[in-house]
């Protein structure tokens, strides 16, 4: 091109790709499909469960290569011009845009049909969808089928005890093969490291060679497909998009910026397992440290000396390499030159650095360059040259670096007055294993918990409080939920007696005041969220039932088992300081509430719901908590969340704080009021 971009070319380009229709069948959402099958779930139609989560898997794995693989080609076709005007960007930009827009749509059809909402996305990260498919192939007698979801679920969720059993159990089936326990959603370069891991420590330092070469190729291939992922939509945080008005390159940058961090942090995406927070320390560089050592075993000393000068591309002067380069260059008279593609993308990484300096000082936010290799970790060595291993090299988390003791939180205290003549104190921190625990008993009346119910029933809806979703941590209950605020409506709207609506008020600003109070607080506890919920077991789905009705977790921080770390960060609810569960009702079966320490596993105390029964505690990783199956019965609850932050205030609580202040008002003046009829029942 000569740099002058006729306007008229460039939207013919645009209206071109417009006008291409798609030559394939396009595949369905997979979030319809998703939804589809849980709903045949609930309906114990197994045989559609499997068939309907199965599509969804593909439809999913689907729109993602496609969007992988236009992003890349449009790439290649239309590259940024060595020479630069003001016409040649935007030229290169627009057909870039185009390109992809027909590709993509021509692949998956008009692409605003798979636009998928954050739960589910979050849902098939989490590999959800497995747990369902596990008990479909389960219920349908296929324990192959079942063998291999319930393998791949396990994967990203090592914390889930009850899998785990499921799993042995699998293994002892008639029919089920070693070969059936495989992770259909294993990541190519981290199965092929694993591989070459195994074989290095069996001695098969050939095998090992090939399948770490592979596992580099697989790596670098990952990460152009993670960083071309990145080039969606971004979210401009703290702004809302339509009202934007800076200026043409502000926006830009701004984009730019997001997408350019989504890109550097591929570097963790891709050193990190299946539902793990931490990444697997060092793990780029151990590549080239096996392979040096993997490569003097084969007396390939050439590639040695390569893998060895790569390795200090990332760790430069590191004492116990540089004298394997020494030894090599002294065997071989000569020296030698690290691998290109990794010097390529040291280069990359370094340069984005800066640019993501100037892009976030631009946009006005603070950026800290993560500690991608910083250490040296991961190979325990016995030979000093060249360096080895005697022994199976395990991942190494964050964590095995680290103090991992728990931080206790600052000037602890409790014991405090517990404000209500009848409240009775059953057990404190000491008696409970822990630290700010406390379990408390009378705390509403038999009266109270029985009117509490009744409202529960006549206001509660499945997935209220949960983004609408029905059984948001167990496809083996039903939840169903209210806040304050929708109570009050209720009572307002005579759908309920108000005075019902006014009790749910009442008694968590009791609840509030009795935790305030007991762990001597010298500020205000604000409420955070504040919950009705009643969770049932669904019958016919409780045979051998061994999940959870809500896994381990923490209330303010997300909550890593393998690196014992608690991680306060979102999307955890990091403002939250205090929780407590005000039960109202034992007649059930399960649905015991645990502590647990921080591998998720280990109960240190067990409470028994009962009516009028409390346990307060507060919300950081030093409170490790979840709720074991309900497996009969419906179990109900005041769940509340307390920040000591005003800022971080529930609004529907205020909302609710003003409903109430109106209708005590207009009890003193008896202006407008309306008497609920179902008052006088």
Not at 78 to 88: K, M, N, Q, V
Not at 105 to 127: A, L, M, N, Y
Not at 419 to 433: C, H, P
């Amino acid at each position: 091109m000569d740099g002058k971009l006729s306007p008229a070319a460039v939207f013919s380009v645009v209206l071109l790709a417009a006008a291409l229709s798609s030559s394939t069948a396009s595949p369905e959402p997979y979030d319809l499909l998703y939804d589809t099958a849980v709903r045949a779930f609930y309906n114990s139609d197994y045989a559609a469960v499997a068939r309907h989560m199965e599509g969804a898997l593909r439809a999913s794995k689907e729109v993602r290569s496609s969007r992988v693989r236009c992003r890349l080609r449009c790439q290649d076709q239309h590259p940024f011009d060595a020479t630069f005007s003001e016409l040649r960007f935007p030229d290169a930009v627009l057909r870039r845009a185009a390109c992809m827009n027909a590709c993509i749509e021509d692949r998956i059809g008009t692409q605003s049909v798979h636009k998928v909402g954050e739960d589910v996305v979050q849902d098939f990260h989490r590999r959800i969808p497995y747990n369902y498919l596990q008990l479909a192939y389960h219920k349908l007698k296929q324990p192959g089928q079942a063998a291999a979801a319930a393998h791949t679920y396990f994967q990203a969720n090592p914390e889930h005890v009850e899998m785990g059993q499921n799993l042995e159990q699998y293994k002892d089936q008639p029919g089920v093969q070693e070969e059936h326990f495989v992770d259909r959603e294993a990541r190519p370069h981290q199965r092929s490291f694993a591989a070459a891991v195994a074989l290095y420590d069996k001695g098969d330092h050939g095998g090992a060679v090939a399948l770490f070469e592979e596992a580099l190729a697989e790596y670098y291939k990952a990460d152009s497909e993670c960083r071309a992922l990145c080039q969606g939509p971004q979210r401009f945080d703290g702004h809302d998009h339509l009202r934007y008005r800076y200026s043409l390159y502000e926006v830009v940058s701004d984009h730019f910026t997001q997408v350019l961090h989504c890109e550097h942090e591929c570097v963790r995406d891709l050193a990190t397992r299946p539902g793990r927070l931490s990444p697997m320390e060092n793990y780029l560089p151990q590549h080239y440290d096996y392979l040096q050592f993997a490569y003097f075993h084969e007396d390939r000393l050439e590639e040695a000396l390569q893998c060895s000068l790569t390795y200090l591309l990332f760790h430069e002067g590191e004492e116990s390499m540089t004298d394997n380069v020494d030894y090599y260059r002294e065997i071989l008279g000569h020296d030698g030159k690290p691998r290109e593609e990794a010097a390529w993308y040291l280069r990359r990484h370094k340069l984005e650095l800066e640019l993501l300096l100037i892009g976030s000082e631009t946009m006005g936010v603070e950026f800290t360059e993560g500690n991608y290799w910083s250490s040296t970790g991961g190979r325990e060595d016995s030979n000093r040259i060249p360096s080895g291993t005697d022994g199976w090299m395990e991942y190494v988390p964050i964590s095995e670096k680290r103090n991992v003791a728990v931080a206790a939180p600052q000037q602890l205290k409790e014991g405090g007055p517990l404000v209500y003549e009848d409240v009775q104190l059953v057990q404190n921190s000491a008696a409970l294993n822990g630290t700010q625990r406390v379990l408390l008993d009378r705390v509403i009346s038999q009266e109270e918990c029985s009117d509490l119910r009744r409202l529960a029933h006549a206001v509660t809806m499945a997935g209220d409080g949960y983004r609408g979703r029905m059984s948001p941590h167990t496809p083996n209950e039903k939840f169903e939920g209210a806040t304050v605020l929708k109570t009050l409506q209720f009572g307002y709207e005579g759908r309920v007696p108000m005075r019902s609506a006014r009790l749910f008020y009442d008694i968590s600003e009791r609840a509030r005041r009795v935790i305030e109070s007991y762990f001597l607080l010298n500020s205000t506890l604000h409420f955070s969220y504040t919950h009705l919920v009643c969770r049932t077991a669904i019958t016919g789905q409780q045979d051998h039932r061994n999940d959870l009705s809500h896994p381990i977790h923490a209330d303010n921080c997300l909550l890593d088992p393998e690196a014992n770390e608690c991680w306060k960060e979102p999307p955890a609810y990091t403002y939250r300081d205090f929780s407590a569960l005000l039960y109202l009702n034992g007649d059930f079966e399960g649905g015991e509430f645990i502590f647990t320490e921080m591998d998720a596993k280990t109960v240190t105390a067990s409470v028994k719901p009962l009516c009028g029964r409390m346990v307060g505690f507060s919300s950081g990783g030093e409170n490790p908590h979840g709720v074991k199956a309900v497996t009969g019965g419906q179990r109900c609850a005041v769940a509340l969340w307390f920040t000591l932050d005003p800022l971080f205030r529930e609004l529907e609580r205020l909302q609710a704080d003003e409903v109430i202040q109106a209708l005590d008002t207009e009890s003193v003046w008896g202006e407008g009021l309306n008497i609920n009829p179902k008052d006088e029942l």
